[in-house]
């Protein structure tokens, strides 16, 4: 027997839902849903993609995939209606403008329904059926879309780290040096200390190509203080005590083409 076409199977069975929203009273990065929130049919959802690029994915609990399943299933079962019927809504409803997508397999998204300050637009068959799906995908926004999103700051600090790698690479040990806070050169048989976690989202460059470091160094500043300001107050990690670093008993070493510090520093902390 035949089997039919697999891609065309996948289509009957996989959508996507997306929720974008535009808060009234609070700024996109703060805004649930602002840049988008799409969850999937096996549970996986989307945040994003943000105004850099940025998107964040996770994954919904089974049983509140079992729930927004049953409130898509009277909108899978039905077509989609070609004329909007409207609904009114009381103010206190509507603290956001809010649009849920549709889309089925690799088909390009429907609009399902859109709720505005005064009015509730809908395509099902009943409005009962889009208000339950409008009121479990934004209950689904409001616990997994994280704010503040895209986060400059987390965001800023991880570019960073990929920063830091690039001047990090090498061919001879004799490349690679120990680095104090402020990207000074630590000279191993005069200093002993070396912090290699300072509790801040930042962390820190401890070893380094000074090759490298000398030509990018103007561009690191730069970019560790702009991650400072976008971070403020929030630079510390919430779950970081104490700093933590190692006591320096040699030189530091080009390990698989990477600057490390010597095997035979011990962890001091």
Not at 46 to 70: F, H, R, Y
Not at 132 to 138: C, D, E, G, I, Y
Not at 159 to 175: G, I, K, P
Not at 204 to 222: D, F, G, R, W
């Amino acid at each position: 027997t035949q089997r039919a076409n697999p891609i065309e199977e996948s289509h009957s069975s996989e959508w996507s839902l997306r929720l974008q929203s535009k808060c009234q009273a609070l700024t996109d990065d703060q805004c649930p849903a602002a840049y988008g929130y799409t969850v999937f049919s096996d549970g996986k959802f989307q945040m994003g993609p943000g105004s850099q690029g940025a998107v964040k994915t996770g994954s919904i609990a089974p049983e509140e995939l079992t729930q927004l399943t049953a409130a898509i299933n009277p909108v899978l079962s039905a077509t989609l209606l070609d004329t909007e019927s409207h609904s009114p809504v009381a103010l206190e409803e509507s603290e956001s403008e809010d649009t849920i997508t549709l889309a089925r397999g690799t088909a390009e998204g429907q609009p399902v329904a859109h709720l505005a300050t005064n009015d509730f637009s809908y395509r099902t068959q009943s409005v009962d059926v889009a208000k339950n799906l409008l009121s479990t995908l934004k209950s689904l926004a409001t616990k997994y879309y994280t704010v503040p999103f895209p986060d400059t700051c987390v965001d800023g600090a991880a570019s960073l780290q990929t920063l830091f790698a690039t001047v990090q690479t090498c061919t001879t040990d004799s490349e690679c040096v120990y680095l104090d806070s402020s990207m000074n050169v630590l000279d191993p048989s005069t200093r002993s200390y070396l912090v290699t976690d300072d509790c801040t989202r930042i962390k820190p460059l401890a070893v380094a190509s000074q090759t490298l470091l000398t030509h990018n160094l103007q561009k690191l500043m730069e970019s560790i203080g702009q991650v400072q300001t976008a971070c403020g107050s929030n630079l510390m990690r919430p779950d970081c005590a104490n700093l933590t670093g190692v006591t320096l008993t040699g030189p530091a070493v080009c390990k698989q083409g990477v600057c490390q510090g010597n095997p035979s520093n011990s962890p001091l902390h």
